[in-house]
């Protein structure tokens, strides 16, 4: 191990690559909420957070096992689950009085079109303000789920459970 004056041991969770603490100070001065997006596996989640001195405040959350609540019958690891998702949160910070934010990504690979942008693009139509470029975000196609429907016959009613969940959820702003 390296040792001296000048060397100085990171932190721990800079070390074991889950924070960027000098991207996250850059976010948290703008004294904005974010949008903290995180995925897994099988779902995906989006928070609302706030910086305040004494702990992050959560001022909405939206998990994709709360979409079989409002009769999502698809699986919550696609693109079109994570639209609603992004939906969802929105809809929940429209509730709470938020309207701006800015996005936090944390420190994942991100692709063009993935669930993640998926993600923003919900929170966008629903109503959350962020500068973010559109080019990022999946076409309407893949937000429809017209592509799992060529390659899954089983799933043909994925975009009438899309649209009837996104009206739902519009309605409630």
């Known amino acids: ?12 969770r800079r070390r074991s690559g889950k924070t960027d603490y000098k991207r996250r100070f850059n976010l948290l001065k703008s004294h904005t909420p974010r949008l903290v997006i995180r995925k897994t596996e099988k779902h995906i989640s989006a928070q609302l957070v706030k910086y305040f001195e004494d702990g ?4 909405a959350s939206a998990h994709s096992k709360e979409l079989s609540k409002l009769g999502w019958k ?10 609603l998702v992004g939906v969802l949160v929105a809809s929940k910070a429209k509730s709470s009085g938020v309207s701006d934010s800015i996005i936090d990504l944390g420190m994942m690979s991100l692709v063009k079109g993935g669930r993640i942008y998926a993600t ?3 929170a966008f139509d629903g109503g959350l303000k962020f500068p973010i470029d559109e080019s990022v ?20 009613k ?13 309605k409630k702003k």
């Open 1 to 12: 191990m390296a040792s001296g004056p000048k060397y100085v041991v990171e932190y721990r």
């Open 56 to 59: 992050d405040k959560i001022l």
């Open 74 to 83: 698809h699986s919550t690891s696609n693109i079109c689950a994570s639209y």
């Open 120 to 122: 923003v693009k919900g």
């Open 137 to 156: 975000f999946p076409s309407e196609d893949r937000l429809a789920g017209k592509h799992i429907v060529s390659h899954n016959k089983k799933s043909e």
């Open 158 to 170: 994925i975009n009438e459970d899309l649209l009837k969940i996104k009206d739902s959820l519009m």
